[in-house]
């Protein structure tokens, strides 16, 4: 039915996000040498702008992620709902940073596909041997579950479904918890994601939500941007959450997060040291940087805590 094909035009955006930022990586913009068994090269080049705007949203995330790390000291878990074909796992874990446990959920098919490229790639198996100690590595075509490391395939639209997968992989409700939406709210309707946040805040004690997506979508190019996904058939169910920065933070305070911020990523950008500004601004001559701007004024990036336990999770900003 055209619920099923709007779920597989989501699906394809996993596809879209991991290709642009291989060719983000192959023109040197960040480091990430295991993007490539999961994507092919894209057939054609990405615009600069594209690129860039790639660049903020990476570095913008990984900022907070890491952040997040330095004040548990590594002693929490990190949850990626909607995670693709992300590689963060093999990067934390090349830079001695992993969490107790890193856990990924996104629909079973892709949890399929990932974890097939994870059987049939070394560079990728065998950093999560190394990682494991003890019996229970259970990889089938559907679930990976080692010591450090689980992906699992679930509705994030049920949170008790949710919920109870996460348990089965051993998740500890008492582990100070970082979970992630990166482009991935937008594609629920504001009462589904409502409800998984709000899930996600009744859940953990100590906790962070840092949520990247579309906003200031009611002016004429966020029009475009909106027209744009939807010639793709793509359902933006969530897109009036999308409005503002305001209605961004609004979502989290009303759902049970103690502290909200959002800032669009022109902000992040601007926020990076001068030495990362000169180095990826040499990478591609850029002409329109006004298209630059406009882009980047068009996503954002939103993160709540709850910390009970005081490790200063409100502190951490750009
Ligand atoms: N977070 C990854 C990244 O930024 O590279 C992938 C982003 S992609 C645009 C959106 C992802 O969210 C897809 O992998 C899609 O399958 C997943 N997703 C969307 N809605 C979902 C749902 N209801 N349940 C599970 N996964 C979902």
Request: hydrophobic share 40%; charged share 25%; aromatic share 10%.
């Amino acid at each position: 039915g055209s619920a099923d094909e709007a779920d597989e035009a989501v699906r394809g955006t996993c596809e879209d996000a991991s290709v642009c930022k291989r060719f983000a990586v192959s023109v040197g913009y960040w480091k990430d040498p295991y993007i490539q068994y999961f994507v092919r090269q894209a057939k054609e080049r990405k615009a600069p702008e594209i690129n860039r705007g790639y660049y903020a949203r990476v570095h913008g995330i990984s900022h907070l992620l890491k952040a997040f790390l330095k004040k548990t000291e590594c002693n929490c878990q990190v949850i990626n709902l909607g995670a693709g074909m992300d590689t963060m796992f093999w990067r934390l874990k090349d830079e001695n940073l992993l969490p107790r446990k890193y856990f990924e959920v996104d629909f079973p098919t892709i949890v399929t596909r990932k974890i097939y490229n994870i059987k049939s790639k070394p560079p990728l198996s065998k950093p999560i041997m190394e990682s494991h100690s003890g019996e229970s590595l259970l990889i089938d075509a559907h679930s990976l579950d080692s010591c450090r490391y689980s992906i699992i395939g679930a509705d994030l639209r049920s949170s008790s479904e949710l919920e109870e997968k996460l348990k089965k992989f051993n998740m500890d409700t008492q582990l100070p918890t970082l979970l992630i939406t990166e482009c991935v709210l937008v594609y629920m309707t504001p009462q589904q994601s409502a409800s998984l946040l709000k899930w996600a805040a009744s859940t953990f004690q100590t906790a962070m939500f840092i949520n990247y997506e579309q906003v200031n979508m009611a002016d004429r190019f966020g029009q475009i941007m909106i027209e744009n996904l939807q010639r793709r058939q793509c359902n933006l169910a969530g897109v009036e959450v999308c409005w503002s920065l305001e209605s961004q933070k609004e979502r989290l305070l009303l759902n049970g997060w103690e502290t909200a911020n959002a800032i669009d990523m022109m902000k992040v950008y601007s926020s990076l040291p001068q030495a990362d500004v000169k180095r990826i601004e040499g990478l591609e001559f850029l002409d329109e940087k006004e298209l630059l701007e406009q882009l980047m004024q068009h996503y954002c990036i939103s993160w709540a805590s709850k910390d009970s336990s005081n490790l200063g999770l409100e502190t951490i900003t750009f």
